[in-house]
């Protein structure tokens, strides 16, 4: 099979990615199983109250990430939050809601509200 780009993709299809690769004269049905170790962690910084990098959980939402980081601060302003994700060698900034997901190695930044 050779080398196999995985950046980027989830189990399931690393997963399909390498039961294609398999499929053909020799194996008829392969049986593959991809297990994630470690994540990547992602990064919160601006209105929580310990910044910093933490460990990505699957199923994790802004929210959830907050309240690892020690909550949010009285200043934070929770409807100003931001992600910067990259995808494919690019990168991306976006407004998102304390109920999203975020994936591995993102950077949220909890914006500051005006009084």
Not at 14 to 28: F, K, P, T
Not at 30 to 36: A, K, M
Not at 73 to 82: G, L
Not at 93 to 100: A, G, Q
């Amino acid at each position: 099979m050779g080398e196999i780009k995985l950046v980027g993709l989830t189990a399931d299809e690393v997963e399909r990615l390498i039961y294609d690769g398999l499929l053909g004269d020799y194996l008829v049905n392969p049986s593959v199983s991809v297990s994630i170790i470690e994540y990547r962690p992602f990064f919160i910084d601006g209105e929580v109250k310990r910044p910093g990098g933490y460990p990505y959980q699957p199923g994790l939402s802004v929210n959830k990430a907050a309240a690892l980081a020690g909550g949010y601060t009285e200043r934070a302003a929770r409807d100003k939050i931001t992600i910067v994700r990259e995808k494919d060698g690019r990168t991306f900034e976006f407004t998102v809601t304390v109920s999203d997901m975020i994936q591995p190695g993102d950077i949220i930044t909890i914006n500051q509200r005006f009084f």
